[in-house]
C-alpha cells in the first residue's frame, strides 16, 4: 500500500532533483533529502576540482576506508538503439526518470498482479537509496559498443547445455532448488565484479595491516583480499566469490579473482573465468571502479567495465536473508496448492 | 690490621648474603628469574593498540555442548563414528549454567527436538558467543575505528565499533561496541533477537541477551578469551564462560567461503517439493 502511495510521489520528486542536478550552478547535483524518499543523485564531480589526494591508513596504503554503494540506473550492456557512450544530462534525466517510472511500474490494484516488496519498509530500491551521477549508457566500455563480445562455440555450447540441464529440473515452483540463487539467499551478484543489486547497494571497506576487507551488505558477504602476493588457492578450492589476491599499483587496488564454481556462470562464464578490479579513490565522495572479464572458454575477447562507488551513510544493517525467508515457503507452498486445486477440479470434471 | 678485620667484615658480609639468597625460598627464585607476573605485552597497531589480527579459532568441543560431557553417538545410526558427539570438559566456569526452572525445561526441550529447532541445521547466523567457538576459523581484521570479526561459518560477521553507536535493530549476531581496557579488547554485545542458540544441546537465551566480552593477547599465538552472558529473562544470575583462541600458524591461511544455506534447503523446504524427497 505504502509502496502504491510512494511511487508517484517518488517519480516526480525524481525529476525535482534530477532538474536540479542539470543546472550548472555551484549547489547542482548536492544529495537532497526529503520527509518521504525521493530519489537523489550524487553530486557530479566537477572538472574544475583541485587534483585529489589520496589519504593514507596507519599503514601506509592508500586509504579506499568507509561505506560506499554503487546504486546506478547504467545498466551493463548498452540499451539497443543507443550508439553513443554517454548520455547528455537532458538525456540522463530522461532516462533517470524512465527507470524510476519503471521501478514504481504498478498493475491493477487489488490484484495478484501488484503483490510486491514494499522496500519502504525493508529495503533502499534504487528510487531510495542516492543515484551515482555516471552518464554512461552502459557500464561495459570495451567492446566499444557497450556489448558482451560474441560467444564462441565451447560458451553457446556450454550455455546451450546449462539450459538443457535446468529444463530437466523441472518447473520453477518444483523445489527450492529451481528458484534463482538470489530468492535462495545463496548469491546476490556479490561477483566479483561487484554490480548493483535489487535494493540496499552498500558496501563498507575495512583496510587492516596486509588486507583489504569489502563487506557487501547483501548477504553479508564478506571478502578478505590479501596483499602479500601470496599464490592463489589449489585450484580444486572453489567458491562463489572466487579466490582474490590483491596489490597495490600506486594509488590503485588491483584485484585478481579466480577459484569460481561452475555454479556462478557470470553472464554464461566458465568456472575458469578470471576477474580484475581496479578500484581508485578519486575523490573524498568516489572510488573508480573498473573490471576486466577474462574467459577465453566463453568470449572471442577479454571484455571490461567501468563505474563509480559513491559513499554512502552507514551502518551496513545485518542482511540475515535465509534466516527470514519465508517468501520461499510461501511460492512453493503456493505452487503445491494451485497444484492440489488444480487436480481436485479435474476430479470433479471427470465424477461429472 | 684495621685492614684485615675490613675484609673479614666483608667476607662476612659477603657469606651473609649468600646465606641470604641460599635461605629464601624457592617460588621467590623462580619469580625474579622468569617474572611470570608480568603480563605479555602484544605488538602494537600503528595506532598503538595491541595487535589482534590474524586467524583464530577455539579447539574445543563447545559447540555441540558448552558444558562438560562425555562421548555420545550422533542423530543417525547410519553415519557411525562420524558425526557423533566428541567429549569436552565444557568452557563455563563453576557448575552448572544457572538457568530458571522453566528455561531449563525448554533447554531440555530444545535438545530432545533438535532436528526441528537447532538454528544451525537450518544455516542460520550462529549469534554471539557461539560464532567465537564454532569448530571453524574466524579472522580480526582491524582498524581504528573497526574492528571486524570474520567467521569462516556461514560467513557470519561482527563488526565491533570502538566509537560507541547505537544499534539501529535487533539482530543474530547482536550490536557490538568495544573499548581497550590495557592489553584487553572488552566487547559489549547488545541488541540480539532471540533465535540464536549457544550449542548443539539446546542452550539457549531471549532478547534481553547481552554479553561482554574479554579478548587478551597472552603470548604471539593465543588470545584469552572470556565472555559473561546475562540474561534475567531465563538465567538466575550472570554466568561465565571462558577459553584459549588459538592462532592459525599456517603459512597463506585463510578464510574460505563456506556458504552452507545450499546444504540446507531440503531441511527447510523439501515438504514443499513437487516430488518429495527420498
Known sequence: MSQRLFTPLGAILALVIIAAFL?????????????????????????????????KTPDGQPDLQGYWSNNTITPLQRPNGVTKAFYTKEEFLEAATK????????????????????HTQFGLDRTQATLTPDLRTSMIIDPENGKLPPMTPEGQKRA????????????????????????????????????????????????????????????????????????????????????????????????????????????????????????TRTGDETIHYEFTVEDPHTWTQPWKAEMPFIKATGPIFEHACNEGNYSMSNMLAGARREEKRAAEAAAKKGNQ | MQNRYRNMIA?????????????????????????????????????????????????????????????????????????????????????????????????????ADRMNRDPEIKCYLPGVPRAMYMPYPFQIIMSPQYIMMAFEYAGALRTVYMNHQDAPADSWMGWSNGHWEGETLVVDTTDFNDLSWFDRSGNFHSDALHVVERLTAVDKDHLNYEATIDDPKIFTRPWKISMPLYRIVEQNAQIIEYKCVEFSEDVLYGKLRKVPIK
Open chain 2, 11 to 111: 667476607r662476612f658480609a659477603g657469606m651473609g648474603v649468600l646465606i641470604a639468597v641460599i635461605l629464601t625460598p624457592a617460588p621467590y627464585h623462580a619469580q625474579t628469574q622468569a617474572q611470570p607476573a608480568q603480563p605479555y605485552r602484544a605488538p602494537r597497531t600503528k595506532d598503538g593498540k595491541p595487535d589482534l589480527n590474524g586467524i583464530w579459532q577455539a579447539v574445543n568441543s563447545a559447540n555441540w555442548n558448552i558444558e562438560g560431557h562425555g562421548a555420545a553417538p550422533g542423530p543417525f545410526w547410519q553415519l557411525g563414528a562420524e558425526f557423533s558427539v566428541p567429549p569436552g570438559l565444557g568452557i563455563v566456569e563453576g557448575g552448572p549454567i544457572p538457568y530458571k526452572p522453566e528455561a531449563l525445561e525448554k533447554k531440555k526441550e530444545n535438545f
Open chain 1, 23 to 55: 543546472m550548472p550552478s555551484p549547489a547542482a547535483g548536492q544529495t537532497v533529502k526529503s520527509g518521504t524518499n525521493a530519489l537523489n543523485v550524487a553530486p557530479a564531480p566537477s572538472a574544475e576540482a583541485k587534483p585529489w589526494v589520496v589519504g
Open chain 1, 99 to 118: 527507470q524510476a517510472e519503471r521501478d514504481g511500474e504498478e498493475a491493477t490494484p487489488g490484484t495478484v498482479e501488484d503483490v510486491h516488496y514494499d
Open chain 1, 160 to 279: 546451450a547445455d546449462r539450459a538443457a540441464e535446468k529444463r530437466k529440473q523441472g518447473a520453477q515452483y518444483d523445489q527450492a532448488q529451481n528458484l534463482s540463487t538470489t530468492t535462495r539467499c545463496i548469491y546476490m551478484n556479490a561477483g566479483p565484479p561487484m554490480l548493483p543489486v535489487a535494493y540496499n547497494h552498500t558496501y563498507q571497506i575495512v583496510q587492516s595491516p596486509g588486507y583489504v576487507m569489502i563487506l557487501i551488505e547483501e548477504l553479508h558477504e564478506v571478502r578478505i583480499i590479501p596483499l602479500d602476493r601470496r599464490p592463489h588457492a589449489p585450484q580444486n578450492v572453489r567458491s562463489w566469490l572466487g579466490d582474490s589476491r590483491g596489490h597495490w599499483e600506486g594509488n590503485t587496488l588491483v584485484i585478481e579473482t579466480t577459484n569460481f564454481n561452475d555454479k556462478v556462470a557470470f553472464q554464461g562464464s566458465s568456472q575458469d573465468v578470471k576477474v580484475t578490479e581496479r578500484l
